[in-house]
């Protein structure tokens, strides 16, 4: 398989050498270095403004020497891209016939000039005098036929590299109060250029930075900036040569600026994605659309990518800086506190109640509740919380829960099932020596019964404690612990929720809560619903288990896979709408390390299976906050029917 067949086109943003007023040498160093650049698969390359000249050529811009070495340098550039299969895109000024002299971006391939794109805003305040020399491109739309060749001269251009296309803004057209960039995204541009000459002062890189990371996300687009290299005249200016790359909000590739030798990045955009994230946004998709553009071929298609320069993290909801963790762990505290607050003061509730099982997911919900009656400013008796031991419950878990109780505070009951579950299986003439679906369900059954009569003794909330992973794979018994008044965790991921543990374990518990909390971490993944090696039964009340011999049989990961690669597969097939093998390309990609490909294939055959199978669970869910740009609530971001069949994704894979 083959990245670019599942939509990505390597693209490279370059800030060559300058040789300034020489336009015959600088088409010789972009020459040298497109053939370079071709020869790594790099579909379309991206050079800065005026980069045939230089941006700081001044009144020179209006000799005719330099004018005439400029047309023949374009020439030399046209001539040699026949031996290229890349598209470039370069800036040099252009006299037209009427007497203006136009800030252009030219689109060279295939041996022509493919068109030709002006700036629109000329800057002529502070440092920047454009308006000096160059009129603005705004509302030109002409036919050029002359020793350059045939082409259009004009802003509304889209140009296209096989099915997907670019459109051309300049410089100061992305930082204008009305971006000529916006409307090319809605004319069909996955792509937006910006070939640009930005001067380096204190902090504007920042600025430039996050203008046109935010500008992808406006437009939901790849956007990709090239600007001037500090060989420009440094006579009042200097310049960095800033090369980024974004896509949708997401920074993908930055340069080390001020190097004097030429500089270049290289990234994959993906177009099919960002064709995805429009037709599902609806301010994108419905807005107005411009009916004056024309499409123009580069006669280039998109070269064969074997293998990904771009990464995709294992972890997608997951930070990879310590620092976003800790900030985004406060935040996602914060959003699920205020809304199990809010439904609080909803229903003039008076006490959370919560089933604290000493695992990873209720442990999280419990420091939930925690921070609510503080939001509140409740009594910490406002927290009832239950523990309920039953044939599958290990010495382990349970000393956890009770910990956890002690190092807060917190009152914990103890309910013991295990009567009641044998009762109930008797009652419904099931043997109780059969370990299967109805033995563990009765169990989780009973469990909730208890939280929500419990709750209507003390008018509570019963705080719901499943995951969003676990929702996703139907981990979670239908009626029972699917069920509660208000799931806190409904939109974490099992990946995220240890790194949210363990932060607070470092930056809010005390020191005798935080060794409860890593000892959660350290726990196996289980659900405890089959008779353990040490069970803790109501007679061994004060047992405890050594730490490294749980006795947790029944864990979850070797049932059903790991939760990495669920939580892998779940972000890339619900947030980027993925086909089953470009996921599996993906995987075998990020886990190259850690699985191989046969194991990659099982568990995302299993996801698959699990997530349609059991969507009804998720079509009946409790309300739950939330968290991030991936939600599997039944009324806001995933809908999709009960009965809905996976056979063709799962046929996709098997072919595999």
């Keep these: ?37 071709s020869a790594q698969a790099v579909s379309l390359i991206l050079y800065p403004e005026l980069c045939l000249t230089g941006y700081t050529c001044e009144d020179l811009f209006f000799t005719s020497q330099l004018q005439i070495d400029v047309k023949t340098a374009l020439l030399y550039l046209a001539t040699h891209s026949r031996n290229t299969k890349s598209v470039i895109v370069v800036g040099a000024p252009l006299l037209i016939n009427d007497g203006r002299l136009l800030n252009c971006a030219f689109v060279i391939s295939n041996g022509k000039i493919q068109g030709a794109v002006p700036k629109t805003d000329q800057p002529n305040h502070g440092e920047f005098y454009d308006r000096r020399w160059f009129v603005s491109g705004a509302g030109i739309d002409i036919s050029i036929d002359n020793e350059l060749g045939q082409f259009q001269l004009s802003t509304n251009q889209l140009f296209e590299i096989g099915d997907t296309r670019f459109a051309i803004e300049i410089c100061e057209d992305l930082w204008a109060p009305q971006p000529i960039g916006t409307t090319h995204a809605l004319a069909g541009a ?33 956007y990709l900036y090239a600007s001037s290299g500090p060989l420009e005249s440094s006579k009042d200016l200097v310049f960095g040569g800033h090369l980024i790359a974004s896509e949708n909000g997401h920074q993908l590739r930055e340069n080390q600026r001020f190097s004097f030798g030429t500089n270049s990045i290289i990234t994959e955009f993906d177009w099919q994605q960002l064709r995805k994230d429009r037709s599902q946004n609806s301010s994108f998709s419905q807005a107005d659309r411009p009916n004056n553009y024309r499409s123009v071929s580069t006669s280039i298609d998109i070269l064969d990518i074997s293998e990904l320069s771009r990464t995709y993290s294992a972890h997608p909801f997951v930070p990879n ?10 935040e996602i505290l914060s959003i699920q506190a205020a809304g199990l607050a809010r439904r609080m003061l909803s229903g003039n509730f008076q006490n959370l109640v919560i089933g604290v ?25 406002s927290i009832v ?19 956890l109780a002690t190092a807060t505070t917190v009152t914990l009951k103890e309910i013991n099932i295990h009567t009641a579950v044998s ?10 020596s059969v370990y299967d679906r109805v033995y563990e369900n009765a169990q989780a059954r009973e469990r909730t019964q208890i939280l929500f009569d419990y709750a209507n003794k003390v008018n509570g909330v019963v705080v719901g404690t499943g995951d969003m992973s676990e929702l996703a794979l139907g981990w979670c018994t239908f009626n029972a612990d699917q069920m509660s008044s208000y799931n806190v965790n409904a939109g974490i991921p099992k990946t995220l929720i240890s790194y949210l543990m363990r932060w607070y374990a470092e930056h809010r518990a005390s020191p005798k809560l935080a060794q409860v909390l890593l000892r959660v971490i350290k726990t196996p993944i289980s659900p405890e619903l089959l008779p353990t090696t040490k069970s803790a039964h109501p007679t061994s009340s004060n047992n405890t288990d050594v730490e490294t011999d749980s006795g947790i049989s029944h864990k ?7 939760y990495e690669l669920h939580d892998f597969f779940l972000f890339h097939y619900v947030r980027n709408g993925f086909s089953p093998k470009k996921i599996y390309f993906l995987a075998t990609h990020s886990f190259k390390d850690q699985y191989s490909e046969k194991v990659i294939k099982k568990w995302l055959m299993e996801f698959f299976r699990r997530f349609f199978s059991q969507q009804f669970k998720r079509t009946t869910l409790p309300a739950g906050p939330k968290i991030g740009s991936v939600s599997l609530s039944p009324r806001g971001d995933w809908r999709m029917p009960d009965e809905a069949s996976a056979s063709s994704l799962l046929s996709e894979l098997e072919s595999l």
Excluded: W
């Design 1 to 37: 398989m083959l990245a670019s067949d599942f939509g990505y086109i390597r693209v490279a943003a370059c800030a060559p050498a300058l040789n300034l007023a020489n336009p015959k040498e600088n088409a010789k160093r972009i020459c040298a270095q497109t053939d370079h650049l």
């Design 190 to 222: 996955e792509l937006i250029l910006n070939p640009s000459a930005s001067p380096d002062v204190i902090a504007k890189a920042d600025y430039r930075r996050d203008l046109v990371r935010m500008a992808s996300a406006q437009r939901i687009c790849a």
């Design 321 to 330: 800086d310590e620092h976003e963790v800790s900030a985004r762990a406060l």
């Design 357 to 381: 099982s000493g695992g990873l997911d209720s442990t999280l919900a419990f420091l939930v509740c925690l921070d609510t009656i503080k939001k509140l400013k409740l009594p910490v008796s």
């Design 385 to 403: 919380a239950l523990t309920l031991p039953g044939p599958g419950t290990s010495t382990h878990t349970l000393k956890s829960a009770r910990d």
């Design 423 to 432: 009762q109930h299986l008797a009652d419904i003439e099931q043997p109780e």
């Design 556 to 562: 979850t990961e070797e049932i059903i896979g790991p």
